[in-house]
């Protein structure tokens, strides 16, 4: 088979591409393990590719992991060369499912001299991907609440019925909602 030229972009608003060559007989699993390789990102993180259609519109998820009960598609079992079978074909790959990092995939047209082998692997880089953004813990979690703490009283007093609802005066007024 053939190598094939993959152009990988961050989604982002500098340029930051990856170009990797890669056999069209090895899988989408390699391809996924070439591009965490290639972005310098962290392994262990769930991601999946997604055919798309020319205006990058998701259609069909090629999952690293079958977490469905109904076995879609996994990156183990579907090989380059049938996804991204010409120049042009592309797929988004999303890594890190709680920050939703995307990529846009896009296999490259490309000529080969007769006679010389092609290299594998990473042949062109352009950027530096941006680090990533806050984590959703600290999104949801600040420390700085807890200096506020004292200010529940405010709020009213559990001892003081007429400060404070209850079930009897919610259920009495017809628009408490």
Excluded: C, K
Excluded at 55 to 83: K, Y
Excluded at 101 to 117: L, P, Q
Aim: aromatic residues 10%; glycine residues 8%.
């Amino acid at each position: 088979m053939n190598p094939a030229l993959i152009r990988i972009t961050f989604d982002s608003h500098d340029d930051v591409w990856r170009d990797l060559r890669i056999e069209e007989n090895q899988t989408l699993l390699a391809l996924h393990n070439a591009i965490v390789s290639a972005f310098g990102l962290e392994t262990g993180e769930m991601a999946s590719f997604y055919v798309s259609d020319e205006d990058w519109n998701t259609l069909d998820p090629i999952a690293l992991v079958d977490l469905s009960e109904t076995g879609g598609a996994r990156m183990d079992q579907l090989m380059v060369g049938d996804v991204l079978a010409l120049p042009g074909d592309r797929l988004l790959y999303v890594y890190d499912f709680l920050r939703m990092r995307t990529f846009y995939v896009e296999r490259m047209a490309e000529t080969f001299e007769t006679g010389i082998a092609a290299p594998l692997g990473l042949v062109g880089s352009f950027g530096t991907l941006p680090a990533p953004e806050a984590t959703s813990d600290s999104l949801l979690f600040d420390e700085t609440d807890l200096d506020d703490a004292d200010d529940f009283e405010e709020w009213g007093d559990d001892d003081d019925p007429e400060g404070g609802l209850d079930e009897e005066s919610l259920s009495s007024d017809p628009d408490w909602y």
